[in-house]
């Protein structure tokens, strides 16, 4: 069992930053790769970035140049870095996981950008 809260979501203007958080608890040793998705009202939910245990990182191109993901394995957390925000980038953002074939998802925290 993996528990995963997010936190750093609010309301910012287009060319601003946010920093989420995505802090891990539970049977957390054996994590591996640890991703941030999005979705928006009335989309899919998509991925945005994912991390590797050994730092290896994937980016959606919308998102790629202006978000970094990291993690720090001493605090069981992974942090999403999102720079020059967007008004597309509004929506719902989700830390995910997946341990032994098994997805484990967050409540989510929200991200507006006002234009």
């Known amino acids: 069992q993996v528990q995963l809260v997010e936190s750093g979501g609010g309301l910012v203007q287009a060319g601003g930053s946010l920093r989420l958080s995505c802090a891990a608890s539970g049977s957390i040793f054996s994590i591996k790769a640890m991703g941030w998705y999005r979705q928006a009202p009335g989309k899919q939910r998509e991925l945005v970035a994912i991390?590797?245990?050994?730092?290896?990182?994937n980016y959606a191109d919308s998102v790629k140049d202006r978000f970094t993901i990291s993690r720090d394995n001493a605090k069981n957390t992974v942090y999403l870095q999102m720079n020059s925000l967007k008004p597309e980038d509004t929506a719902n953002y989700y830390c995910?996981?997946?341990?032994?074939?098994?997805?484990?998802w967050g409540k989510g925290t929200l991200v507006t950008v006002s234009s």
């Open positions: 991390i590797s245990s050994g730092g290896s990182t």
């Open positions: 995910n996981t997946v341990l032994l074939g098994i997805n484990y």
